[in-house]
């Protein structure tokens, strides 16, 4: 950290669903490279996984490096742990399956720093060097989760509708409310559909449920995003060359799509201030 940096407030961002397979990681990289790339932003992405896949995606994983598991065991500073990457405007805290013996560990740490806080803390210390820290979390529940929704001013649930993509949400929100004692207050932006297909009839009814009520009543089982996410296969050719959809396939649906999810969550932010006392 130098001296005469521009001073920033950091907005966190947790991506989550407790079920596996549903677009995390390919959001949070590419939400990542967009606010960096097309935005201008400093973006600290905290790879909240054991797989390692944003660390991955990012090319810096390494089974040896420090990080999230280490700040969370206060191993390590948060400064000693942030890797630079080949964007200049995005810098991440790698993950490994260390991450897996720290949330076994910390389940029956009882001394020192609330276990529940740590991640926070160590996020304050880097505040002001970032615009947003996007947190991508394993399909879990652990102590490390628990981390990351204390950090956090807003979540995303990334959402790929299937007949299975639902069980899980409400036990998702129900945890994140139990956790309002570390965390009285956190947005939720809304369920991100993703992988959608184009004119896929019980897809399409999926998504109304998931919506509940209708539009003139204003019920709604879940807040949706207006930015849906559609199914291109070059979205998978990009964990092998390590670029965002973007770069790889700009005229890809999932390129356009990812860059209206950025202008998206960008406004939400703007219309959505945190009270700057209960932030990192
Ligand atoms: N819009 C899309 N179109 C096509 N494939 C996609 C799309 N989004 C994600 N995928 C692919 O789906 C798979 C799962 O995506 P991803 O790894 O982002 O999910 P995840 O929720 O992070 O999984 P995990 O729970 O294991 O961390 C990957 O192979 C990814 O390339
Ligand atoms: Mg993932």
């Given at each position: 950290?130098?001296?005469?940096?521009?001073?920033?407030k950091?907005?966190?961002?947790?991506i989550?669903?407790?079920?596996g397979?549903?677009?995390?990681?390919?959001?949070?990289?590419?939400?990542?490279?967009?606010?960096?790339?097309?935005?201008?932003?400093?973006?600290?992405?905290?790879d909240?996984?054991?797989?390692?896949?944003?660390?991955?995606?990012?090319q810096?994983?390494?089974?040896?490096?420090?990080?999230?598991?280490?700040?969370?065991?206060?191993?390590?500073?948060?400064?000693?742990?942030?890797?630079?990457?080949?964007?200049?405007?995005i810098?991440?805290?790698?993950?490994n399956?260390?991450?897996?013996?720290?949330?076994?560990?910390?389940?029956s740490?009882?001394?020192?720093?609330?276990?529940?806080?740590?991640?926070?803390?160590?996020?304050?210390?880097?505040?002001?060097?970032?615009?947003?820290?996007?947190?991508?979390?394993?399909?879990?529940?652990?102590?490390?989760?628990?981390?990351?929704?204390?950090?956090?001013?807003?979540?995303?649930?990334?959402?790929?509708?299937?007949?299975?993509?639902?069980?899980?949400?409400?036990?998702?929100?129900?945890?994140i409310?139990?956790m309002?004692?570390?965390?009285?207050?956190?947005?939720?932006?809304g369920?991100?559909?993703?992988?959608q297909?184009?004119?896929n009839?019980?897809?399409?009814?999926?998504?109304e449920?998931?919506?509940?009520?209708?539009?003139?009543?204003?019920?709604?089982?879940?807040?949706?995003?207006?930015?849906?996410?559609?199914?291109?296969?070059?979205?998978?050719?990009?964990?092998?060359?390590?670029?965002?959809?973007?770069?790889?396939?700009?005229?890809?649906?999932?390129?356009?799509?990812?860059?209206?999810?950025?202008?998206?969550?960008?406004?939400?932010?703007?219309?959505?201030?945190?009270?700057?006392?209960?932030?990192?």
């Amino acid at each position: 950290m130098t001296e005469n940096r521009i001073k920033r407030k950091m907005r966190v961002l947790s991506i989550c669903n407790l079920k596996g397979g549903v677009g995390k990681t390919t959001t949070a990289v590419n939400l990542a490279g967009i606010l960096a790339t097309d935005f201008g932003k400093r973006v600290l992405v905290i790879d909240n996984d054991q797989q390692g896949n944003a660390s991955q995606f990012f090319q810096v994983f390494h089974p040896d490096n420090i990080g999230t598991a280490e700040i969370l065991c206060l191993e390590n500073e948060i400064d000693d742990c942030i890797k630079k990457t080949s964007n200049p405007n995005i810098d991440v805290v790698p993950a490994n399956m260390n991450l897996a013996a720290a949330n076994h560990d910390l389940i029956s740490r009882t001394s020192g720093m609330p276990t529940q806080i740590r991640l926070r803390e160590a996020l304050k210390q880097v505040a002001e060097d970032y615009d947003f820290a996007i947190i991508d979390n394993g399909p879990n529940l652990e102590v490390s989760f628990i981390n990351a929704i204390v950090s956090s001013d807003d979540f995303i649930i990334p959402v790929k509708i299937d007949k299975y993509s639902f069980y899980g949400i409400s036990t998702l929100m129900d945890q994140i409310q139990d956790m309002s004692y570390w965390k009285p207050h956190i947005n939720f932006v809304g369920c991100l559909v993703t992988m959608q297909h184009s004119g896929n009839q019980l897809e399409n009814e999926g998504v109304e449920w998931l919506a509940g009520g209708h539009a003139s009543t204003g019920n709604q089982r879940y807040k949706i995003m207006n930015t849906k996410i559609k199914y291109s296969p070059r979205v998978n050719d990009t964990t092998f060359g390590s670029e965002l959809i973007t770069v790889l396939s700009g005229r890809s649906q999932a390129a356009r799509n990812y860059k209206e999810l950025a202008a998206e969550y960008l406004e939400f932010v703007a219309n959505n201030a945190v009270d700057d006392t209960a932030r990192v």
